[in-house]
């Protein structure tokens, strides 16, 4: 396998691991920076929207219980999710609210991200194969050698001229 290839598997996996941990990690290896920067402020954005509005209690036994579904479509963060879910309730924070319909909101909030996240990283992925085929099918370009004028077509551009 020559290093070109190697290079662009790398970059591939690159691509699958940042998309995997980070939103919009799999676009800012890919080369689109900006796209990728939107694309984490927005998740993470209403992930931790979402983290705020339940106080982090959305990774609990309790939430599990409630939503199950919910519950399961935050891992889809990546690992912001993990280290979320990973945190203790001493750490947490702020208290749940005591509104009920509050606390589904935040859940509602971090589910949302987690699938807008799959999106992304399905966007990067396919992303990814789009420019890896781009660069396979691309063929190098033959140039066709720059002739240089001769006497007789100099002669021949200038009479042209002469005779407007």
Do not use: C
């Not at 996996?13 to 080369?31: E, T």
């Not at 203790?88 to 909101?105: A, L, N, R, S, V």
């Not at 990283?121 to 890896?132: D, M, P, R, Y």
Request: charged content about 20%; glycine content about 6%.
């Amino acid at each position: 396998m020559s290093k070109n290839i190697r290079q662009r598997i790398v970059r591939l996996y690159l691509a699958l691991i940042a998309g995997a941990l980070v939103p919009g990690g799999a676009h800012i290896v890919l080369g689109k920076t900006l796209k990728g920067l939107i694309f984490a402020i927005a998740i993470l954005s209403s992930f931790f929207a979402g983290l705020l509005l339940t106080g982090n209690y959305s990774f609990t036994e309790q939430a599990e219980f409630r939503h199950p579904v919910m519950f399961w479509l935050q891992y889809l963060v990546g690992a912001p999710a993990f280290i979320s879910a990973s945190m203790k309730p001493e750490m947490y924070i702020t208290e749940p609210f005591k509104d009920p319909k509050i606390f589904e909101i935040g859940v509602l909030y971090a589910a949302v991200a987690g699938l807008l996240n799959l999106l992304v990283f399905i966007n990067g992925v396919t992303l990814s194969l789009k420019l890896e085929n781009k660069t396979i099918a691309r063929k190098p370009q033959m140039t066709q050698p720059v002739k240089e004028p001769d006497e007789h077509t100099e002669n021949i551009e200038v009479h042209d001229k002469l005779n407007l």
